[in-house]
């Protein structure tokens, strides 16, 4: 059974940062692309980055330049470093491998 789980979601002002961390366990971690998705109130759910087995990434337009998808195969976990927050990134984010997600952790930035 897949599980994935989030971590280090929170309360930042504009301008800030924050690191958001997934475990994974029941996968072998590092044959899977993971991704990082979030989705505000009233809107649908977006990937905003993606990192593969080999290393290689992709971003959403809004996030390029700002935030920075990592992994670590030793310890099934996959980071999403985000610097210069904007309030227009306030949302809840998601961990995902293939049809898995994990329970969301809610990023709130303050203008």
């Known amino acids: 059974q897949v599980q994935l789980v989030e971590s280090g979601g929170g309360l930042v002002q504009a301008g800030g940062s924050l690191r958001l961390s997934c475990v994974a366990s029941?996968?072998?971690?590092?044959?899977?692309?993971m991704g990082w998705y979030r989705q505000a109130p009233g809107k649908q759910r977006e990937l905003v980055a993606r990192?593969?087995?080999?290393?290689?990434?992709t971003y959403a337009d809004s996030v390029k330049g700002r935030f920075t998808i990592s992994r670590d195969n030793a310890k099934n976990t996959v980071y999403l470093q985000m610097n210069s927050l904007k309030p227009e990134d306030t949302a809840v984010y998601y961990c995902?491998?293939?049809?898995?997600w994990g329970q969301g952790t809610q990023v709130t930035v303050s203008s």
């Open positions: 995902n491998c293939g049809r898995s």
């Open positions: 029941g996968i072998i971690f590092s044959i899977n692309a």
């Open positions: 990192i593969f087995s080999g290393g290689s990434t």
